[in-house]
């Protein structure tokens, strides 16, 4: 299903933005998982994440890892393992480029309703805000805004924005970069290629990546909450402090 539009005007406009195919392939492929909207869904058991409100760079990066073992290849990435296969239907990198802006002209104002994730909060909080490299504000904002330009001198790398994400979703990420899931590329053929095709997508257009976002965040998952009595806990109450900031701002 095409996305909603207010005037029919704008379908025609979106008609003309995106190609049949590339909207072909999200309807068939990626809105059984993610739905219509890109919201995501829960179908029986299965939960699967809102991919609207993302950035279009993050969306090309994290395709990109899917694509070519950089994210999902881990036989523990259960549901990684499914995002690894299905990525295939884009052939190309100009197909993931277009399926990239196709999601993220799937705007999400709210952040979602469901609060699912108990946590402590001010704890939560003291581990977001701490100084230094250990502390998510250094990437992620003050407003869980993200950023969209990396600062290799500093090792800051691009991050995402975190205010459209549910709170499950966000602690299972957490929980797979702290376990060494996600964050390096597999060792594969594939996986050794995967830093140069990233820089050679960023180049193609006129940007420079020198930064590997998911290898910095895993090494500081494992290192900031290496310092918490309960580790799974703290997790929990990071994403309870960013969830409940983030919704207060919608």
């Known amino acids: 299903m095409m996305m909603a539009w207010i005037t029919t005007g704008a379908v025609e406009a979106a008609d003309s933005a995106f190609s049949l195919h590339t909207k072909a392939v999200y309807n068939a492929v990626c809105s059984v998982c993610h739905g219509d909207d890109g919201t995501g869904k829960t179908v029986g058991d299965n939960r699967f994440p809102a991919v609207a409100g993302l950035q279009k760079w993050y969306i090309e990066d994290q395709l990109l890892k899917f694509k070519h073992d950089g994210r999902g290849a881990d036989a523990r990435d259960k549901e990684g393992l499914m995002m690894h ?17 196709y999601i993220a002209s799937q705007l999400k104002d709210t952040a979602p309703a469901l609060e699912t994730v108990k946590g402590n909060v001010e704890n939560g909080r003291k581990i977001y805000t701490a100084q230094g490299v250990m502390g998510c504000i250094r990437c992620h904002g003050d407003k869980f805004q993200g950023r969209d330009e990396e600062d290799a001198d500093q090792l800051i790398p691009r991050a995402p924005s975190l205010t459209s994400q549910e709170d499950w979703y966000m602690l299972l990420q957490l929980e797979k970069f702290r376990s060494g899931v996600r964050g390096a590329p597999a060792r594969t053929l594939i996986g050794k290629n995967l830093e140069q095709r990233r820089k050679d997508f960023a180049r193609r257009q006129k940007r420079e990546e020198k930064l590997n976002g998911a290898a910095l965040m895993q090494a500081m998952s494992q290192t900031a909450f290496a310092t918490q009595k309960d580790q799974e806990q703290a997790m929990k109450d990071v994403v309870a402090y960013i969830y409940s900031e983030s919704r207060k701002s919608k």
Not at 85 to 101: F, H, P, Q, Y
């Open 85 to 101: 296969a299905l990525v295939r239907t884009l052939r190309t990198d100009e197909e993931i480029e277009k399926m990239a802006s």
